[in-house]
């Protein structure tokens, strides 16, 4: 089964005369829908815009595994283990929450702020929080805390990419535009797809993608 999702199809959320402006592509906070609560592991995919000098101030975070893509500007981030980075475009940054953990994540800079926000559920509760950003990412970053693999691909236009055949794929455009089957992806637009086999995209613009590849949680280990 294959699921269009169009930007301007995401919930809109944030707080713009704060500076900040969200687009939910799951149920997320007021924005409920019984049928959009999760895909995969994937509980949220954010889009967030936060203005120079904008933020979230200090907040709680729990048993999710929060993984950020910058795609312009810089993400100032404090948390409550010690770790302060700011963190710049095409970086990725992963906060295990764990059994708790409180941060803030800023726009300190000069310029607007775009980044990708993707909450996973993890396999197993509790532990110890952790964290890292990693700087030059190449081709995948497997988090198996969520059963689950992240690919960043930036195919050139004319090129056909591969999708991983998955229990769950979820693939984000963030530049660019692509095409999967009869439907022409932009930017801010995704596709989920499940159980569907061997299947390709073909860029028709150069692109950058974020592309999750997730095993079904209620499936044993194997």
Avoid: C
């Avoid at 169009?6 to 959320?13: K, L």
């Avoid at 149920?27 to 203005?51: I, T």
């Avoid at 100032?76 to 970086?91: E, F, K, L, M």
């Amino acid at each position: 089964m294959i699921r269009i999702q169009r930007a301007a199809e995401r919930y809109p959320g944030g707080d713009p005369a704060a500076g900040i402006e969200t687009r939910h592509a799951l149920s997320f906070g007021p924005y409920y829908d019984p049928d959009n609560l999760r895909f995969g592991a994937l509980l949220a995919v954010n889009e967030e815009r936060l203005a120079p000098g904008s933020g979230f101030d200090e907040h709680p975070h729990s048993h999710t595994e929060i993984v950020t893509w910058v795609v312009e500007g810089e993400l100032t981030h404090h948390d409550s283990t010690g770790h302060t980075t700011v963190v710049r475009r095409g970086d990725l940054q992963h906060l295990g929450s764990a059994a708790g953990v409180r941060h803030v994540e800023r726009n300190d800079g000069a310029v607007p702020l775009t980044f990708i926000q993707m909450w996973l559920a993890p396999l197993e509760p509790g532990g110890e929080p952790t964290y890292e950003v990693v700087r030059d990412l190449g081709d995948g970053y497997a988090l198996p805390a969520a059963g689950a693999t992240l690919h960043v691909h930036r195919p050139r236009a004319g090129s056909r990419l591969a999708l991983p055949p998955a229990d769950f794929t979820y693939v984000h455009v963030v530049r660019g535009e692509v095409s999967l089957g009869d439907e022409e992806l932009a930017p801010g637009d995704a596709a989920r797809l499940t159980d569907t086999g061997e299947l390709a995209l073909t860029a028709t613009a150069d692109a950058e993608l974020l592309i999750w590849e997730m095993r079904d949680w209620r499936k044993a280990p194997g």
